[in-house]
């Protein structure tokens, strides 16, 4: 089973509840972070990594002795990452998505298979659960590429929990693209409530089971509760606002380890995540 984590904004505690979840599970459990750009879920884990690798991504380089200028390859890229204006031609390679397509268009076969470095991926343990995260490298401006990369680490024998990236853009839904259930993390504030419903909507688009976690369930009003209610979303768990936890999560803390009574519900809502996938 995969389980994604997601957010529609940043801040929620997103992290926390996959960490948490990993570490409360009966059952062999991997954890991945997709959250490529900001990666933090290893500060919880302290994992011990045994492997790095760094990530290329395959882009179009011309061979300007065999191009007709046909304009075939720049028809066909959907992200305008090939321009030919009359007898010359350019490539962006920071626009690529390595779809592959302007290299079956070409006739002449003018394209040639150039590489460029998109970040890091680490693998290792930490305790019995296994942690992938991937780094984007620096300047780097497209995620989803390393997002899909790092997915590929899915073991498909063993539970995968997923840490996804905040809001509702393209690399959030890279990562929960596939999974069999997502819980979004929330808090009850008219901005909360707000990113929610953006991300509802997405994960309607995706026909993606889900539920609610609302964090700091203490502060703020009941209008996600109502809302929650109204459109028939399982609110899944509720965690309070407490300044114990925020203290331990400022020192590197899971909220397990903070409180440790927590670790019994995380265990029941996955149980309450594998009954309401069976329906």
């Known amino acids: 089973m995969i389980i994604s984590v997601a957010s529609g904004k940043g801040g929620t505690g997103k992290t926390s509840v996959a960490v948490a979840l990993a570490l409360s599970v009966k059952e062999p459990v991997q954890l991945l972070d997709c959250d490529v750009e900001a990666p933090n879920g290893h500060i919880f884990m302290r994992p011990q990594w045994e492997k ?70 680490e693998e290792g343990w930490a305790g019995p659960v296994y942690f992938v995260h991937g780094r984007l490298r620096v300047g780097e401006p497209m995620s989803p590429p390393l997002i899909r990369e790092v997915k590929k680490r899915i073991k498909n024998d063993t539970l995968a929990i997923l840490d996804a990236p905040p809001g509702t853009s393209c690399p959030v839904i890279q990562t929960v693209k596939g999974s069999d259930y997502t819980i979004l993390v929330t808090e009850p504030t008219p901005f909360g409530l707000y990113d929610l419903k953006l991300a509802l909507a997405a994960l309607g688009s995706l026909n993606i089971p889900c539920g609610v976690i609302l964090n700091r369930a203490d502060i703020g009003n009941n209008e996600a509760k109502n809302y929650l209610r109204s459109e028939g979303i399982p609110l899944l768990m509720e965690i309070p606002f407490e300044r114990k936890i925020a203290e331990g999560y400022a020192k590197g803390l899971s909220l397990v380890e903070i ?19 069976r329906k």
Do not use: W
């Open 52 to 121: 790095k690798e760094t990530i290329y991504l395959q882009v179009p380089k011309v061979d300007e002795k065999k191009c007709t200028y046909c304009r075939a390859c720049s028809q066909i890229c959907q992200f305008k990452a090939i321009l030919v204006l009359g007898e010359t031609i350019l490539t962006f390679p920071e626009m690529c998505h390595a779809c592959g397509g302007c290299f079956l268009v070409c006739e002449p076969k003018a394209l040639i298979a150039d590489q460029k470095e998109l970040g890091e991926i």
């Open 259 to 277: 409180k440790p009574e927590l670790k019994e519900q995380f265990q029941k809502l996955h149980l309450d995540i594998q009954v309401q996938n």
